[in-house]
């Protein structure tokens, strides 16, 4: 746990473990760090060794996502496009965990913009699962999920937009939470699909998420859709227990193209929410065979207006000499952008070009708030939702990537939190073969303390997060 590790490196050395972190990182085979600060980090970790401070993180090693700003250190979001951008600035989650004495370590690699499930549309290459390295870590953010799970840094941020924290957290048998949508200042975070993103925390233990979450949350007034309020605290009341808590069990999230084991593991951890003084029933969300299809819509569109910005001309890559500018713009454009994010850059361009705009789009956004309704409507009855994260384990390296519809349908347990808005985190609850599986525990807008408390309950009554892949 991070508390375990603040305490250590004030007893020996912040530099001594910060450089056999390197060493491991250098020697590893994952593919899970695309950049590494190695100067500045060991710069640090000296002046924690001669001065520690008192922050939150102090002296605590972190992973980035590569699609989070950090100043002096390449932000490159997986792209050809962006290779050799430095920003001179830094997202609003990092400034905060720098003042709370965190030693940025590096960037992670990450499927290319964080279009994917399965960090395989990266321009470094795919990053490979810790628990079997034939097999994808999940996405988008698997870099920074495979880099806990191995114990190449304690702990990292991702970004989730249809489940690219909860996704990978699964796939690597670690916890991540992706926050009510508006808690975490996104100003900073490259965007992809503005209305559904968050950045959320990636770590070993429930405790270790609600200590980032107590960082990185909280009003910014440069981020417009931040939530107006204080800081939030977490750890208080983690230790309360589920006595009496009420559990919803979607009947949709069960059934038909569910893996078995995967089923099985997450009945088995309901009901040991259930031995612990809660109960579950039964609850609909009948607008989720509706929700991936929104979903696509929704983010693909806010894709094609997002990533216009990237021309190659005021940074990022450049192809030589210029021609006129529309031949420039569409020669860096092609050669900078992979498949996966000209696919969804094209259908979205097409879902809001017009004749289409109200036949996609705008139903699209119908959709969402029938689905955003539906999680109302549930939680007038009950505290939390329960289901799997994903619908199976990790699966092969390139055994999905070119069937992007299979890849899709991946995230068909995801997507509804992010279109609605609410809070979800994935914490392990069994395996299946060698694969770790992950139990999903949904909250209402604003109720990461219940999810907290309901995931801490389950990890402290289960052995799984003690579980680690030997990684070679």
Known sequence: ???????????????????????????????????????????????????????????????????????????NCSSRILCGYIPPYDAHVIERLKAEGAIIMGKTNMDEFAMGTSTETSCFGPTKNPWD????????????????AAGEAPCALGSDTGGSVRCPASFCGIVGLKPTYGLVSRYGLVAYANSLEQIGPLTHTVEDTALLMETISGHDERDSTSAEGARHSYLPGLEDGVAGLKIGIPKEYFGEGVNKDVEKAVWEAIATLESLGASWQEI?????????????????????SNLAR????????????????????????????????????????????????????????????????????????????????????????????????????????????NLAGVPAISVPCGFAGHLPVGLQLIGPHFGEATVLRTAQAFESATPFHEAQPEVI
């Not at 250590?8 to 085979?29: D, M, N, T, V």
């Not at 390295?133 to 806990?148: M, N």
């Open 1 to 75: 746990m991070l508390s375990e590790l603040k305490a250590r490196l004030k007893a020996e050395s912040c530099e001594e473990y910060l450089f056999q972190l390197f060493e491991k990182i250098e020697k590893s085979s994952l593919n899970a760090f695309t950049t590494l600060a190695k100067e500045s980090a060991l710069k640090e970790a000296r002046r924690f060794d001669k001065n520690p401070g008192r922050g939150l993180l102090a002296g605590v090693p972190i992973a980035i996502k590569g699609s989070i700003s950090t100043k002096g250190i390449e932000t």
């Open 133 to 148: 390295r034939a097999c994808v870590p999940g996405g988008s953010s698997g870099g920074s999920a495979a880099v806990v």
């Open 284 to 304: 609909s969300l009948p607008h989720t065979r509706y929700a991936l299809a929104a979903y696509y819509v929704i983010a693909m569109s806010e894709a094609s």
């Open 310 to 417: 990237f021309d190659g001309l005021r940074y990022g890559l450049r192809q030589g000499e210029d021609k006129d500018w529309h031949t420039t713009f569409s020669e860096i454009r092609a050669k900078g952008f992979g498949p996966e994010v000209k696919r969804r850059i094209m259908l979205g361009t097409y879902a809001l070009s017009a004749g289409y705009y109200g036949r996609y789009y705008l139903k699209a956004l119908q959709v969402r708030t029938l689905i955003k309704e539906d999680f109302l409507c549930a939680f007038k009855d009950v505290d939390l939702l329960a289901s799997p994260t994903m619908p199976i384990p990790a699966f092969k390296i390139g055994e999905r990537i070119n069937d992007p519809l299979s890849l899709y349908m991946a995230d068909v347990f995801t997507v509804p939190i």
